[in-house]
């Protein structure tokens, strides 16, 4: 095994050890099968070990976990990049509801043990990228939220799946000042046709880099949709409706000419004030240095999703 030296053992590289380590012992057997790992420690900021299934390594490099969780976009808990860490610290996820309903066959109200025994997690490590032309790679912890659909039954009206944030001004101290909370209409609501919400790479995240989510992350369980837009991933989950209707999105209520609905990631229709041509990859490289690298049609996922969008003139839905 490669040795490090003390100041190079970060979390990364005991991550990416364990990983090793895994898929070493997976060789050989059947690849089709991916082990079940458990990481037995819990750390000292209230994340817990899950288990999940892991994905076997790909090219992707990961952004240190440091960052993944002290650099958050999540307005509830204040405009700055470093405010969810401090704000969100208390944030109470345990007992947490998730109710779903709408146009759907059966209704569901279901609590955390429930989704736990429900739906078997797995790992998927996606390309993350911010309207805001900044970047990261991160391993999420979840499972596709065809899987809740399918336990819900959607009826032939549930044409978009529309997803509502907790409002809950007491402990989310931008809900109850508007400056700290950037002007939003609180509770954040986001929302997907019922093909994207169907498509295999759409995930109900609990988890990130081995355990559950942090609270500035989106605990205990937020959207993950690579392909579009970092606002599209509302955090903080307790509803879901299925509806006829397209919804009206925050961020598209906001400022309807600088977020669309569909908020792809695109690299050819740039936001009014910026490029979208490129991105700063967030956490590569030493202080000093402000790695960019150009942006992927789709975020890198076109081979999986372009076809939902054939007939649309992108520019117009951006
Ligand atoms: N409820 C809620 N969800 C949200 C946001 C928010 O402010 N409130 N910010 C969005 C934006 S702009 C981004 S880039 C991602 C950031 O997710 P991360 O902090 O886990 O990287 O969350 C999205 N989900
Ligand atoms: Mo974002």
Redesign the pocket.
């Known amino acids: 095994m490669v040795k490090l030296s003390e100041n190079q053992v970060t979390p990364e590289h005991i991550f990416k050890q364990r990983r090793q380590l895994i898929m070493g012992l997976g060789a050989g057997s059947a690849m089709a099968f991916m082990p079940k790992i458990s990481l037995a420690e819990q750390t000292e900021d209230n994340r817990k070990a899950l288990t999940f299934n892991a994905q076997a390594d790909n090219q992707l490099v990961l952004t240190p976990e440091d960052k993944?969780i002290g650099?958050?976009?999540?307005?509830?808990f204040g405009t700055d990049k470093g405010a969810?860490a401090q704000y969100a610290k208390n944030f109470k996820t345990d007992p947490w509801k998730l109710e779903i309903g709408g146009e759907v066959e059966n209704q569901v109200v279901l609590d955390l043990d429930d989704l736990r025994n429900k739906f078997p997690l797995e790992e998927r490590i996606y390309r993350?990228r911010?309207?805001?032309a900044w970047s990261?790679v991160?391993p999420w912890i979840g499972f596709e939220l065809n899987k809740l659909l399918a336990l819900v039954k959607p009826t032939s009206k549930g044409k978009y799946v529309v997803f509502h944030?907790l409002h809950d001004p007491e402990q989310m101290p931008g809900q109850k000042n508007y400056f700290f909370g950037?002007g939003?209409d609180y509770p954040?609501v986001?929302g997907l046709t019922i093909d994207e919400a169907m498509n295999s790479l759409t995930l109900m995240s609990v988890g990130l880099y081995g355990k559950t989510l942090a609270p500035?992350?989106?605990a205990p369980i937020?959207l993950v949709v690579p392909w579009k837009?970092?606002?599209?991933?509302?955090?903080?989950i307790v509803k879901i409706t299925l509806q006829e209707e397209r919804p009206l999105t925050?961020?598209h209520k906001l400022a309807p000419h600088e977020y669309g609905f569909y908020a792809n990631v695109n690299p050819e229709v740039d936001h009014p004030r910026w490029s979208q041509a490129s991105e700063r990859v967030i956490g590569a490289g030493g202080l000093l240095s402000i790695k960019r690298q150009p942006t992927l049609m789709f975020n890198g996922y076109a081979e999986q999703v372009a076809h939902l969008y054939a007939n649309l003139d992108l520019r117009k839905n951006y």
């Open positions: 993944v650099y958050n976009n999540f307005y509830e969810p993350f911010c309207v805001e990261m991160i944030t950037g939003i954040y986001e500035q992350n989106g937020r837009y970092g606002f599209k991933n509302i955090k903080s925050t961020w």
